[in-house]
């Protein structure tokens, strides 16, 4: 099987499963206008002046790179110009550090009048920003200053590789013999959820040239590093891992637990059903889809509202964000050629937006479910 890369066909799968075109479309133009226009108890964007805005994490009352990041990619498969402009400036005006030893790299979270909040960076967020950059440059045109979308990707992904290098200062985002990403710049540890190979295929076209060869290996490598990382029977991964694909239980910062399946490890499945869709590489992606969708609909029959160890092991807390497990495992059916992939999509289409003040996770994953699931989460080159 060839991915979309190639062939240039984005599945859409609420549509195989007989839902009508008319009322995709609707579902999807309605979900974007909650989350940007709705009102104050629904939106996570807001307009900042003239030409400016921001996502809010309203679960934490802060801008975090990972959200602003998201924002981006949401706008431009959307292709929705004049927002993604406006995130991107604020990102640029207050998030960016143009000093200090994390100087090119952008803050992870600030103040919703953007102060900065630390002055260290998150991967995540550069990678979702020069993913979404490469796209607006390949779909609207490059402009000038902050606006030469391509170049200021590069200059990202210049900096993840090589920060340090010149200055004697800082350090990079990802490990360069393993070629894995790190959870933080200054860890020894991963997130599986960062790994985005689909993300490093494009990359390795799109990069400074000197930096192509990395990333075409940085891809191989996050698709390995999965295999370690994700549970042999549940399909399951921890929320941080070691570079070996063990989970952490304890971070080395604040000393909080992550050996679980839990908020951040959700994204993982997502990831694997959108890189099958895209260049559809490894078949490992789909066998591991389905497992996860198998916990959930069989062994846990149908409750995705849970946090459990990877082996399965059913912890006493409530899941933080269970709108995003009931997303994410229906974007995992880009994957899966299995008996639970339309179980899962259709628990997606009949749950709506999460409300409240943690809705701004959920409805983020929620919203690229929508757009994976409806042939609308495309490469832009």
């Excluded at 007989?18 to 709705?38: M, N, S």
């Excluded at 092991?313 to 997303?327: C, D, F, G």
């Amino acid at each position: 099987m060839q991915g979309a890369f190639i062939t240039g066909i984005y599945k859409n799968v609420w549509k195989e499963y007989g839902y009508k075109q008319e009322e995709i479309d609707r579902k999807v133009e309605e979900a974007f206008q909650t989350l940007f226009y709705g009102s104050e108890e629904e939106r996570i964007y807001h307009s900042v002046g003239a030409d400016m805005g921001y996502i809010e994490d309203t679960g934490n009352i802060d801008v975090r790179t990972e959200g602003m990041s998201y924002g981006m990619m949401m706008c431009v498969q959307m292709d929705k110009k004049e927002e993604f402009d406006r995130i991107w400036k604020w990102t640029k005006t207050y998030m960016y550090m143009d000093k200090g030893e994390n100087k090119e790299y952008f803050a992870w979270s600030c103040q919703l009048d953007g102060t900065k909040n630390a002055w260290g960076p998150a991967p995540d967020g550069e990678e979702y920003f020069a993913m979404a950059l490469f796209f607006a440059a390949n779909r609207w045109g490059n402009g000038t200053g902050i606006f030469n979308y391509e170049e200021q990707a590069r200059e990202i992904l210049s900096a993840c590789l090589h920060k340090g290098e010149s200055e004697g200062t800082g350090k990079p985002m990802w490990d360069l013999e393993r070629k894995l990403i790190k959870f933080i710049t200054e860890c020894d540890f991963t997130d599986p959820s960062y790994h985005l190979p689909h993300f490093y295929e494009l990359f390795s076209l799109w990069a400074k040239e000197e930096d192509q060869r990395f990333w075409k290996d940085a891809a191989a490598a996050s698709r390995e590093y999965l295999k370690k990382a994700c549970h042999p029977v549940t399909g399951l991964c921890g929320e941080y891992a070691d570079y070996e694909g063990v989970p952490l239980k304890a971070d080395h910062i604040a000393g909080q637990r992550h050996d679980w399946y839990y908020s951040d490890a959700y994204r993982t499945i997502a990831n694997l059903g959108l890189d099958y869709l895209w260049f559809a590489k490894d078949e490992w992606e789909c066998d591991n889809v389905e497992k996860i969708q198998k916990f959930f609909c069989e062994t846990q029959k149908g409750r995705m509202d849970g946090v459990y160890l990877i082996d399965g092991t059913v912890l006493k807390e409530p899941a933080r964000h269970p709108i995003a497990i009931v997303a994410t495992n229906a974007q995992g059916s880009l994957a899966s050629k299995g008996e639970y992939g339309k179980e899962c999509v259709k628990r997606f289409w009949e749950t709506p937006l999460r409300k409240g003040e943690k809705r701004y996770y959920d409805n983020c994953l929620y919203f690229f479910a929508l757009l994976a699931l409806s042939g609308r989460y495309r490469i832009w080159k």
